[in-house]
């Protein structure tokens, strides 16, 4: 069966970008390296900025290597950054921060609610040697959507490495990069754009990557490496995931002609909130009652004898795949709006949930 999957990524895609994997390419094919320049530059054009102060990075692996390339590339042994914490990815920043042996700060708020500008001015008073902050935009523990704008004004003020993990936003919704001044965005082949699992990708600054060029603590996640091999002509520095590649080209070419990362968010925004209207309908209560982001949203379980295993079988037998919940505290669950999904499956989702409480009697 083929199932829609409303998962934050690995995501459904249009049957064009499977298609544009049957093809075998070869890394060193000139063809190829052009494919990848030509994705570093639409993807800077995405991010609004130009290529004379951003470069596009692409690194093999999920998004969790994109950020784990940037943290362990760009933190000097003489930085301190501050890692915003409000779920899961954050949290797996921390991780990162400690394996690498980085001097980090954590600021830390419930899953529910989004990092304040005036505590980030508060820390910075008390710990001037902190020079970075590290934030994820989208939190998909819960699906909030974190304030980029005021914090990026906190950032700029006080002269920090601006480190952003935009996984689940970027391509979904529009980030001026530049305006906000961000150091380093990190991303995903297989999120927004509509790509597969197979690469990350980060929009640094470049001056702050020739800065921070001598601090990689690894060498398959050596971004500033990589980069350089990269402008060269295309090539990546080991095996690349050609047919990833070749998904993802194809990914950006129907962002385009679906009218770009404006109308795309348009159709995450309805497929939201016909989600969460249809399911509280239903009797399903979202986590969030605020800074709900377009993208993933988390129902709370609707009574303390709901399975997740059974409610998960029942939607999958009728074609549908969704998350298990990611909230320390809460029992839940979470359905993702993105991909190739449009309000017509959210329509039929939620038919297919009705069903099952009529079964279960789960409301």
């Given amino acids: 069966m083929n199932y829609k999957l409303l998962t934050p990524g690995p995501l459904t895609t249009s049957d064009s970008v499977k298609q544009a994997m049957l093809v075998d390419h070869c890394t060193w094919d000139q063809e190829y390296k052009e494919i990848t320049q030509t994705i570093r530059q639409e993807l800077l054009q995405l991010a609004h900025v130009t290529s004379a102060e951003y470069t596009t990075v692409l690194m093999q692996g999920s998004g969790s290597f994109g950020v784990e390339s940037v943290l362990s590339s760009v933190i000097a042994p003489t930085d301190t950054v501050l890692i915003c914490v409000n779920g899961a990815y954050?949290?797996?920043?921390?991780?990162?921060?400690?394996?690498?042996?980085?001097?980090?700060?954590?600021?830390?708020?419930?899953?529910?609610?989004?990092?304040?500008?005036?505590?980030?001015?508060?820390?910075?008073?008390?710990?001037?040697?902190?020079?970075?902050?590290?934030?994820?935009?989208?939190?998909?523990?819960?699906?909030?959507?974190?304030?980029?704008?005021?914090?990026?004004?906190?950032?700029?003020?006080?002269?920090?490495?601006?480190?952003?993990?935009?996984?689940?936003?970027?391509?979904?919704?529009?980030?001026?990069?530049?305006?906000?001044?961000?150091?380093?965005?990190?991303?995903?082949?297989?999120?927004?754009?509509?790509?597969?699992?197979?690469?990350?990708?980060?929009?640094?600054?470049?001056?702050?990557?020739?800065?921070?060029?001598?601090?990689?603590?690894?060498?398959?996640?050596?971004?500033?490496?990589?980069?350089?091999?990269?402008?060269?002509?295309?090539?990546?520095?080991?095996?690349?995931?050609?047919?990833?590649?070749?998904?993802?080209?194809?990914?950006?070419?129907?962002?385009?002609?679906?009218?770009?990362?404006?109308?795309?968010?348009?159709?995450?925004?309805?497929?939201?909130?016909l989600l969460r209207e249809n399911m509280a309908d239903l009797g399903y209560e979202s986590y969030l009652s605020e800074h709900q982001g377009p993208f993933i949203t988390s129902f709370m379980f609707p009574t303390k004898n709901f399975s997740f295993t059974n409610f998960y079988q029942h939607l999958k037998d009728h074609g549908f795949v969704i998350y298990p919940g990611k909230i320390s505290q809460i029992d839940c669950f979470r359905i993702g709006n993105i991909g190739e999904i449009y309000p017509t499956d959210i329509q039929k989702l939620t038919e297919v949930i009705a069903t099952y409480q009529e079964v279960a009697n789960v409301i």
């Fill in 90 to 273: 954050g949290h797996r920043m921390v991780q990162m921060a400690e394996r690498h042996r980085l001097s980090y700060y954590v600021y830390e708020v419930n899953e529910n609610e989004v990092p304040r500008a005036k505590d980030i001015e508060n820390i910075l008073i008390s710990y001037p040697e902190i020079s970075a902050l590290a934030i994820v935009h989208s939190e998909t523990t819960s699906g909030i959507l974190n304030p980029l704008t005021e914090i990026s004004k906190v950032a700029k003020e006080n002269n920090l490495l601006f480190i952003v993990d935009a996984m689940s936003s970027f391509g979904g919704i529009e980030l001026d990069v530049a305006a906000l001044k961000i150091d380093f965005l990190v991303s995903s082949s297989n999120k927004c754009i509509q790509g597969v699992p197979g690469f990350s990708f980060v929009i640094a600054k470049k001056i702050a990557l020739e800065k921070r060029k001598k601090h990689a603590r690894t060498l398959s996640l050596d971004l500033y490496d990589q980069y350089q091999v990269m402008e060269k002509d295309g090539k990546w520095r080991f095996t690349s995931p050609t047919h990833t590649v070749l998904a993802f080209l194809e990914a950006l070419k129907e962002l385009r002609k679906e009218g770009g990362i404006n109308q795309r968010h348009l159709r995450y925004l309805a497929n939201n909130q």
